[in-house]
């Protein structure tokens, strides 16, 4: 929350520290850390997203751990749905073996690097990970967590909704995280200054991604607001988007590997 309202979360020595003071402090053997770049992420460019993996990988190295770090894109959302109880249900439902096509390769990709610092077969592994999700088995641990936990598996949240209709035909050439990311903060789901309350019920799905055709009026997402405006709340949401006449390719969602002097761009 503090750094929060400091503007210090993109702070690469915080971020190290922040991370690596929880892996080292329930000794993880091996480390494989996500590291986001794009207009969604705390390190816009790649070079700052490779100055962070880099040091994240050579300060557990120090400890004595494995360690490895996925550069992962993120120019858009990753997934349909953004916002706090938004985000769990979503992962609730891809381990129940529902999960978005990106989520779903990040998660693997992530597996199958572990696995491999582990002794295991990365491409063996990784495929073992996509199955065991789409079969609904990393659900029923999931649930035992949870419980063991305290948790609570209801729903108990009932906000109002919006949708937001595509204001022209064409394919998605680019989305603004960031300009997303904030309007998560002004529904409520964020704080702007260190005594805000979080609500947990208020964020948006996202329908479209980038390379991706839509009609005139074709819906492109779904606000969930609690208070507000909701014309203001569209208006905002359709500012993030920019449309092309023109084929625009995906975008790649793993982009690099860095693993002590060991960087490539893929496997």
Known sequence: ALRDSTATVESIPLIVASILS??????????????????????????????????????????????????????QPLGTYAGNYLEVEESAKSLQGNPPEDVLEVVSELAGNIAELSGRDYKESKEEARKIILEGKAYERFEKWLRHLGGNLEKNFKPNTVEVLSPESGWVKAINCE??????????????????????AVGFAIFKKVGDFVEKKEPLGVIYYTKGEPEYFVKRFLSAFEFSSEVVEPLKLVKKFVGGSNEKDSR
């Open 22 to 75: 929880k892996k080292l402090a329930i000794n993880s053997e091996a480390i494989v850390f996500d590291v986001k770049t794009g207009s969604g992420a705390f390190m816009k460019t790649e070079s700052s997203a490779l100055e962070l993996a880099r040091l994240l990988v050579e300060v557990s190295e120090m400890y004595g751990k494995k360690a490895r770090a996925v550069i992962t894109d993120m120019n």
């Open 179 to 200: 300009i997303l990311g904030y309007l998560v903060v002004e529904l409520g789901g964020g704080r702007k200054k260190k005594e805000d309350k979080i609500d947990p």
